[in-house]
C-alpha cells in the first residue's frame, strides 16, 4: 500500500475539500503504518469505519458546494459519489464479517485509489469552478 499526500496536483483550492481530503489520507496512511507494524488487523476495522463516516459527511459537503454553486457536473459528481458509497459499504460488510486477509486491505487500497483518481480529475474540475464564482 503506498502513502498518500495531498500534493498541489490533487489541491481543489477549496480550503473545506482539502482539508478534509488531508482527513482521509491522515486515516488511510495510519492503516498503512499500523499494516507495516504487523498491526492491520487491529487498525482496519476502525479505518474502515472512519471511512464510511467519512464519505457521507465529505461528499454531502461538497455536493452542498455544487449545489450552491450552480456546478454543471453536480448530476455526475452526485452518481460517482453514491456508486463509491456502495461500493465501499460492500467492502467494509466483507472486512468485518470475516478475518481481514491481505487481499482485503488490498481491495480497500484500490478502492482508496479510485477516490484519489476521482480528486485528481474531478475535484481539480470543481474546486477551479468555485474559485470563478
Same mark, same amino acid.
Given at each position: ?17 482539502? /482539508? ?10 495510519? *492503516? ?72 482485503? *486491505?488490498?481491495?480497500? /487500497? ?24
Amino acid at each position: 500500500m503506498r502513502k498518500y499526500e495531498l500534493t498541489k496536483e490533487l489541491e481543489s483550492g477549496n480550503i473545506i475539500i482539502d /482539508n478534509e481530503h488531508r482527513e482521509l489520507f491522515r486515516a488511510v496512511n495510519q *492503516l498503512m503504518d499500523a499494516c507495516g507494524q504487523g498491526k492491520g488487523r487491529a487498525a482496519i476495522e476502525g479505518t474502515v469505519k472512519f471511512l464510511l463516516d467519512y464519505v457521507d459527511k465529505h461528499f454531502a459537503h461538497e455536493e452542498q458546494l455544487q449545489k450552491t454553486s450552480g456546478y454543471p457536473g453536480f448530476a455526475a459528481h452526485h452518481i460517482f459519489h453514491e456508486n463509491y458509497k456502495q461500493k465501499l459499504r460492500q467492502i467494509a460488510n466483507g472486512i468485518m464479517t470475516h478475518k481481514t486477509t491481505i487481499a482485503d *486491505l488490498s481491495t480497500l /487500497n484500490a478502492h482508496v485509489a479510485v477516490l484519489v483518481s476521482h480528486i485528481k480529475l474531478e475535484d481539480k474540475k470543481l474546486g477551479t469552478y468555485l474559485q470563478k464564482k
